[in-house]
């Protein structure tokens, strides 16, 4: 199936991610555009000077999105397979998550977080002070500004399990 796309007059998408120009070089002549990969690996084309990616006009031109989600998640992890029965709409966490069960996208770990308070040395210090001399979990936390409840996972491995 092939539809007109909304916002570009002149273009076309197809239910599997083909592109055509309807008055290619103002020929008006119908050609099917080249797809250039961006820098994060989705497939692009070039309409009326603007790059636009190809599995977003897909998901626009044929699939409904009734929640307004913002973002086209590829159900098979490739970039590449712009087929519409690949692709769906989602949100940026469904699709963070997606990522992440699919091993597509590593989570950071312990201080390469940017949420992370704690650095990798002061999880190995915060150890030692509670094994090694004894410190209440309480008195640490005071220490390091962070919830005692943080300190006890720390201490019983619940997280920082890398170190």
Not at 45 to 72: D, M, Q, Y
Not at 83 to 95: D, I, R, Y
């Amino acid at each position: 199936m092939i539809k007109e796309i909304d916002m570009f007059n002149g273009y076309e998408v197809s239910d599997t991610g083909r592109v055509f120009s309807l008055n290619y070089n103002h020929t008006g002549k119908r050609k099917e555009l080249k797809m250039h990969k961006s820098g994060s690996g989705y497939l692009q084309v070039n309409l009326n000077g603007k790059w636009v990616s190809v599995h977003r006009l897909v998901a626009t031109a044929f699939i409904p999105n009734p929640e307004n989600k913002k973002t086209v998640n590829h159900k098979n992890c490739n970039r590449h397979d712009n087929n519409v029965g690949n692709l769906e709409w989602a949100t940026h966490s469904e699709n963070i998550i997606h990522g992440i069960k699919y091993g597509k996208i590593k989570p950071k770990k312990g201080q390469e977080s940017c949420l992370s308070k704690l650095k990798d040395d002061d999880i190995n210090h915060i150890r030692k002070l509670y094994s090694e001399l004894g410190i209440s979990h309480s008195l640490i936390s005071k220490m390091y500004n962070v919830n005692q409840s943080t300190i006890t996972r720390i201490i019983n491995k619940k997280t920082w399990k890398h170190l």
